[in-house]
């Protein structure tokens, strides 16, 4: 049921297709990526992250609050828009009382540009994605001390004393490690431009070949691989790990139209997140 795929040095898994349920696991983080279908093995995850409000994003969230009661586990983050926080958490109040126990969340409502602490060491930033409603997505980098370029060449020895001295010899950069953008326009690159260098960039590309309008694909908010193509050269990304592709094509199709219609020097990068073969799961 499970796709599980690698993209640089992290393992995604979980199910994604267009309008019926997109959730994914990024396991190095321990980050469920929306909540759209509730696995066991997804259930774990102590930060979750809602990119909008649709059902296809969110819907089973409370199916895997369920589970983390089952196993004992603690009231998990959710980060979600601010728009939909106050409505999510008067649902699962009124489902807590349907079910006569408690769908506990430690809920984070965020805007484009907040910023959270996940671990001493990585953090997350919020980004506006261009969808039908409020919707938001997330990029999760490090803050690593790095040498200032003007003591770049100074040996071992004299940087050790220098530092013993208190001169400040280091500057705060920012990695920039995993991006997650679904139901979004494609000008959320130009919008968020740090996506386009982004180590693993998880994007949307809902529609495939002329099947679909570019004109359609906008109206429901969301990207078409024609546009996707002609900016190709843009992403300098290690890995392009593409999901929530419509069930209008059976999984081998989706593999083999995007081996066929993309750049070598993209599909060489290119992650699809879809079953290699067989039909979509459930
Ligand atoms: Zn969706
Ligand atoms: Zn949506």
């Given at each position: ?9 992290y393992?995604i898994?979980?199910?994604?297709i267009a ?7 990024v ?6 990526l929306?909540?759209g279908?509730a696995l066991?093995?997804l259930a774990?995850?102590?930060?979750v ?9 969110l ?7 369920g589970m ?11 980060f979600?828009?601010a728009?939909?926080a106050a ?8 489902l ?8 506990s969340i430690?809920s ?8 959270r602490a ?6 997350v ?6 969808h ?14 790095k040498?200032?370029?003007?003591f770049?060449?100074l040996?071992?020895r004299?940087?050790?004393e220098?530092r013993k ?5 280091f500057?705060?950069e ?6 997650y ?6 000008r959320?690159i130009?919008?968020?431009p740090?996506l386009l260098d982004?180590?693993?960039l998880?994007l949307?590309c809902?529609f495939?070949d002329e099947?679909?309008s570019?004109?359609s ?6 990207i078409?691989?024609?546009e996707?193509?002609?900016r190709a ?7 392009i790990?593409?999901?929530?592709f419509?069930q209008m ?5 989706v593999?083999?139209t ?6 070598k020097?993209?599909w ?5 997140f879809?079953?290699s073969?067989?039909?979509?799961p459930g």
């Open positions: 049921m499970l796709t599980t795929v690698k993209a640089g040095p393992t898994s979980g199910v994604s309008g019926i349920h997109t959730s994914l696991l396991r190095e983080l321990g980050v469920l929306d909540a279908i066991r093995s774990g995850a102590q930060h992250f809602l990119s909008h409000g649709h059902a296809d994003h819907g089973a969230l409370v199916s895997l609050l983390r009661g089952l196993m004992r586990l603690p009231p998990p983050r959710v979600l828009p728009e939909i409505n999510t958490e008067q649902a699962l109040a009124l807590s009382r349907v079910q006569r126990h408690e769908f430690r984070e409502p965020m805007s484009p540009g907040d910023e996940l671990s001493p060491s990585s953090s930033r919020a980004f506006r994605t261009h039908t409603g409020p919707s938001l997505g997330y990029q999760f980098f490090q803050r690593v001390p040498l200032k370029r003007e770049s060449d040996p071992g004299e940087i050790a220098r001295r208190g001169d400040d010899l500057e705060i920012e990695r920039h490690e995993l991006a953008a679904t139901d979004t326009l494609l959320v130009d919008t968020m740090s982004t180590r693993v998880i949307e809902s495939l099947r679909k570019i004109e694909t906008h109206a429901g908010g969301h078409h691989l024609d996707l193509l002609e050269d843009d992403f300098q990304n290690e890995a790990v593409l999901m929530h419509s094509y059976p999984p081998e199709e593999h083999r995007l081996a066929r219609r993309c750049p020097a993209l060489e990068r290119l992650v699809v879809a079953p073969k067989g039909h979509w």
